[in-house]
């Protein structure tokens, strides 16, 4: 990945992995979860009369003012956007009945969960235009199913790759394994994020699935962590920490939170990159979700409108995300190429490139998931 050149912006989702798998927010999120062994209520999917009003909740940088303003006065529908700045917020939200919905943007993982809650609703997908446009490489439609039912139509994606410090490591490393060499104890930088820190150990350690572990790989994942520790010099708290971790050159390797650390290095001069390893790394992928409530027109229109070469255009410059459209798609709606370099939108040309990403998938237990990585931040 080359240099950046413009700073990342303020918190946004890129930057709010680990939302509820860490210390006591975890546990917050595991009890607002205890729906999973619950029956669902199937929600409706029968179109209703539109209402000229759309709530959602959604992430900072996702809908911006000015462009839900400007939807308005070309449609004469008004869009309510509450932001979130966690997935164990947006649940609460949504369970709570505080705040009635007709769309949610969360990611893919996550489906199940709200669905056996009876949160959302079934995807019609003849009630959309413009799902052509998303770039091919997501498998949207494999990955937001769920029992046999579409659940989502993809917003935004990302990743947790590698990242290095190049004029320390000169040759790119090609294994998760970089982190337990000896050559960098005490220089190793993780963050704190159990959800997408254990399937990273996972494909590591050579697991079938990272995301559905047996008690075996459990085994190994926390001996492999156990490992780890001694290499970590500190675990960051959120993105403007690790920053400061790696440019104080206290980090020379490490599990990188978003590629926009990276670009913000750079731009203060630093030389860091970037690499996805042989053993596949951890991706995550947002959606729009539907609500029973939010089974109108109007609404799958909002969601067409979203999904179009201009929006997307504009959400990608505006915040260096990722977005939904392919390279050409991305160039022809105006993004330039400094921005493109600043997203995984170059790195997807690479016909490899998706064969190495592992979506984000609801974990066989996530209750065991925070218990080995609490063990492994107490130092156990």
Not at 53 to 76: C, F, N, R, S
Not at 157 to 172: D, E, F, H, K, S
Request: glycine share 8%.
């Amino acid at each position: 990945m080359s240099d950046s050149v413009q700073p990342a912006r303020t918190f946004n989702r890129r930057q709010a992995l680990g939302f509820g798998l860490a210390a006591a927010g975890g546990m917050a999120f595991l009890a607002a979860c205890s729906s999973d062994s619950t029956t669902p209520t199937t929600q409706p999917t029968a179109i209703q009369a539109n209402t000229g009003k759309i709530t959602i909740l959604t992430w900072e940088t996702y809908h911006d003012t000015p462009w839900l303003d400007a939807y308005k006065a070309q449609t004469g529908v008004q869009v309510e956007a509450i932001t979130v700045g966690s997935g164990d917020e947006l649940f609460a939200k949504a369970q709570s009945g505080t705040v009635k919905p007709d769309l949610l943007y969360f990611d893919s993982g996550l489906i199940p969960r709200f669905v056996k809650a009876n949160l959302i609703a079934p995807v019609v997908l003849d009630r959309l235009k413009n799902t052509a446009l998303i770039t091919p490489g997501l498998n949207w439609q494999t990955n937001n199913t769920y029992d046999n039912l579409l659940y989502g139509v993809p917003y935004n994606w990302g990743n947790q790759p590698l990242m290095y410090n190049a004029g320390v490591i000169t040759t790119p490393p090609n294994s998760w394994g970089a982190l337990w060499d000896p050559a960098y104890k005490g220089k190793v930088v993780m963050f704190d994020a159990a959800d997408v820190t254990i399937p990273m150990v996972a494909l590591y350690v050579g697991a079938k699935d990272p995301y559905h572990l047996t008690d075996e790989e459990f085994d190994k994942v926390r001996d492999a962590l156990q490992k780890l520790r001694p290499q970590v010099r500190t675990i960051a708290k959120g993105f403007d920490d690790a920053v400061s971790i790696f440019a104080a050159g206290d980090g020379v390797i490490g599990y990188c939170q978003n590629i926009s650390e990276v670009a913000q290095l750079n731009k203060d001069g630093k030389n860091f990159a970037y690499t996805f390893p042989k053993e596949g790394t951890p991706s995550w992928q947002d959606n729009a979700a539907i609500t029973g409530a939010g089974q109108r027109q109007e609404v799958y229109d909002f969601i067409d409108a979203n999904t179009t070469v201009p929006w997307q255009a504009r959400f990608i410059e505006a915040s260096s995300n990722n977005g939904i459209l392919s390279a050409d798609e991305a160039r022809k709606g105006g993004v330039p190429d400094d921005v493109l370099k600043l997203t995984n939108i170059l790195d997807a040309q690479d016909p490899a490139f998706w064969s190495k990403m592992r979506p984000l998938q609801d974990p066989e237990s996530i209750s065991m998931r925070l218990e080995v990585w609490n063990e492994f931040k107490a130092g156990a």
